[in-house]
């Protein structure tokens, strides 16, 4: 490996987003970089800055002068290298980056899709379109959840509920009705409350969800609550799910061993990367547990066709609109399903620089 770097963009949203806990008017996406042999593989993530400073301060010098071919190896010395600064968030979503940048390299040496090393069950790969922000009146959440259920003919969609840390059930009721009467009968409604209520209140409101075919309830309380997890999950109708903050194995070991999700949320640019992806898959695979690819879906493609236990990829509005403006091959929607592109070597995305310059931090 002759060089690891990372750069930091910061991208306005299309308008104000919030979910039930948090609110937002850009996104940071950290874009690394692996060259070796002439050529040069791709890896991504979103989170804070200072996900670079931890790429070049604590993984680079780990990674330069690894073999190519040897990712698992690369891998292992990364997580090796982070001990003392601690291997969850910023560290974790920094070996992510760079373990999809190695992977894509490797696949470009060998001039091959990434799905040629992972292994690929399906074609093509099932998705939800999410997005419903809090934030969005009536008019947008009606207009968003229409496109994609009229335009891109995808069967399942998430909103955004708990506004407020679940302060006011009585407006999350009125966008569960107004979303299912966006999208008709027969197209499946999830919900995302990023872990707004608490788990009586959680309990309840699965009750009346249920009242409107709402088939997910995604972290109904925190995912640091294994018990109300558990307990909310045994009274609710709606699958429950939780795993996007998943940064290591052990995290979605929890998650499975507590009884705490009918399906287990991976995320490939916070979990550890395809490495991390793929042993989390395995691991509730093991445990006859379903998966979901969270966000970033272009960055989950490939890997998520190796995945026999796989549901879906979550369609997510902030990054498929970053995707779809700053990289070359970024995969269509249309059909409710991406399908990864096999003809081109690596996960056949190429980074748009110059027209990123714009938003680039430093």
């Known amino acids: 490996m ?3 770097t990372a750069a930091v963009y910061v991208i306005p949203t299309d308008s104000p987003e919030s979910d039930g806990t948090l609110a937002w008017d850009s996104t940071t996406m950290i874009v690394v970089t692996s060259r070796a042999d002439g050529r040069q593989g791709l890896g991504w993530t979103y989170g804070s800055p200072a996900v670079a400073s931890a790429v ?6 780990v990674v330069v002068g690894t073999d190519a071919m040897d990712v698992l190896g690369t891998a292992e010395k990364m997580n090796r290298a982070v001990r003392n600064v601690g291997r969850e968030g910023i560290a974790s979503m920094a070996i992510s980056a760079v373990d999809i940048a190695l992977w894509d390299l490797k696949a470009r040496l ?10 690929q069950v399906r074609r093509d790969v099932p998705v939800y379109g999410s997005g419903g922000f809090i934030t969005y009146d009536a008019r947008q959440t009606r207009e968003q ?26 407006r999350d009721w009125a966008r569960v009705a107004l979303a299912r009467g966006s999208i008709g009968p027969d197209t ?3 919900v995302d409350a990023n872990g707004a209520y608490r788990t009586g209140q959680a309990a309840r409101v699965g009750a009346w969800l249920s009242d409107y075919g709402v088939v997910w309830f995604e972290e109904p309380v925190s995912s640091q609550d294994l018990a109300g997890l558990a307990e909310v999950r045994r009274k609710v109708q709606p699958d429950v799910t939780a795993g996007e903050y998943g940064w290591t194995l052990a995290d979605s070991a929890r998650l499975i061993e507590a009884g705490a999700v009918d399906c287990l949320q991976l995320d490939a640019t916070r ?9 989390g898959a395995a691991l509730a695979a093991a445990h006859s547990t379903d998966v979901s690819a969270h966000c970033a879906p272009n960055a989950h493609a490939h890997v998520a066709s190796a995945a026999a236990n796989l549901r879906h990829i979550e369609y997510f509005h902030d990054h498929q609109r970053i995707e779809r403006m700053l990289l070359d091959g970024a995969l269509d929607p249309a059909g409710g399903k991406l399908t990864p592109d096999l003809s081109v070597p690596g996960h056949g995305l190429e980074f748009r620089e110059q027209d990123a ?5 430093g």
């Open 188 to 190: 499946d409604l999830y």
């Open 271 to 279: 979990c550890g990367g395809i490495t991390g992806f793929l042993q």
């Open 110 to 119: 060998l001039d091959v899709p990434l799905a040629a090393l992972t292994g």
């Open 56 to 61: 070049t301060s604590h993984l680079a010098g």
């Open 2 to 4: 002759e060089s690891v």
């Open 145 to 170: 959840l229409s496109a994609w259920v009229q335009e891109d003919e995808i069967p399942r969609v998430k909103i955004k509920i708990g506004e407020s840390w679940g302060t006011n059930e009585q």
């Open 357 to 361: 310059l714009t938003y680039r931090q």
